[in-house]
């Protein structure tokens, strides 16, 4: 017990220390890089107009845009986690983020006019994918094993219906492409303001669910005995992890494998007590995404890897491990 406290302890300073670091790495590391000194001069003396323009102008938001989507993902794959008891829950894999996908595409292919409304547009989308899924799974109540399988099976549906609109409109796919992939390329200030107020707004109210996520971890049985509303509680919970993925899908599209991969590695770590999984899952998310999207705009010079790709292929290889050690399911 003393062990586990004294590693908590030490993963609680660990984390935010790695993530500062790997922003200071993606500020100073690209095709141009950018000494530390420079940097400092940069934000507090006026450094070179060009170093100004790559830091503030293009590095600066995406690394920020990143930590969000990061910390997204991984807060809404914790929930989903713990509300359903299995590694396996993640928001890419049970149709959560092809929810937000397909209204995001319908948005943007059929929509482009209220272009602005994208992240309201994933969420919608998100929590009416949660909601099915929900209903699908419920006889008198729900077991996180018939949301599971509910859930692959809508996000086989989702994705056969946005392949479908994307051979329907071939003509307007083309800007869509990228974002399928699942990438920061390109992404601003304006970006960040569009997704910023929806971002921490959810990521407040995912510190809430701290307590309910617990109480359902002892059961619902045990969690009934102690006066809770198991069923209310449980679809609170969907409804703020719908909102986390549909807020990172709106802006970088479908990364998977973050919610998966982040609070799986914390709870091995920390063990199951959200007080520790959840905020350090939001950390260690945001620092993941901020990595890969470093190393994938960086080391494959002169082209630009989208960040999706990058983390497919980590997180694949993960996914069989947990399957392999058979801790799914």
């Known amino acids: ?20 670091s790997v922003m200071f790495y993606g500020l100073t590391y690209g095709p141009v890089s950018i000494s530390l000194s420079e940097i400092w001069h940069v934000f507090f003396q006026n450094g070179e107009s060009v170093h100004q323009t790559i830091i503030i102008d293009v590095r600066l938001p995406r690394i920020v845009i990143g930590a969000l989507v990061g910390g997204c993902l991984a807060a809404s794959g914790a929930l989903l986690q713990g509300i359903m008891k299995n590694p396996l829950a993640d928001p890419g894999i ?25 992240p309201i547009a994933a969420f919608l989308g998100a929590l009416i994918t949660s909601l099915v899924i929900y209903l699908l799974a419920w006889d008198k109540s729900t077991s996180p094993v018939k949301i599971i399988l509910a859930g692959v099976a809508i996000n086989a549906l989702l994705g056969a219906v ?44 995912s510190f809430f669910a701290i307590r309910p996520a617990n109480l359902l971890l002892l059961g619902d049985d045990t969690a009934k005995l102690l006066g809770q509303k198991v069923e209310v509680q449980r679809f609170l919970l969907i409804i703020l992890a719908s909102l ?9 599209g479908l990364i998977g494998f ?12 920390v063990g199951d007590d959200y007080t520790f999984v ?3 899952s939001i950390v260690g998310g945001a620092a993941l995404v901020v990595f890969a999207d470093t190393i994938a705009r960086s080391w494959f010079d002169p082209i630009e890897l989208p960040v999706g790709i990058l983390l497919a292929c980590l997180g694949a290889p993960f996914f069989l491990i947990l399957l392999r050690k058979r801790r799914i399911l």
């Open 1 to 20: 017990m003393e062990k586990r406290s004294l590693r908590r302890k030490y993963i609680c300073i660990v984390t935010p220390i790695l993530l500062i």
């Open 94 to 118: 049970i149709g959560v983020s092809s929810g937000a996908g397909l209204a995001a595409i319908i948005t943007m292919v059929l929509l482009p006019q209220y272009g602005y409304l994208l």
């Open 162 to 205: 946005m392949n479908g609109i994307m051979v329907v409109y071939s003509d307007r796919v083309q800007s869509v492409l990228p974002w399928l992939a699942g990438g920061l390329t390109g992404k601003g200030w304006y970006h960040l303001n569009f997704m910023a107020p929806y971002a921490i707004i959810s990521l407040m109210l």
């Open 244 to 252: 986390l993925a549909g807020v990172a899908v709106s802006v970088a």
């Open 258 to 269: 973050v919610g998966l991969v982040v609070p799986h590695i914390i709870r091995i770590l």
């Open 278 to 280: 959840l905020p350090i």
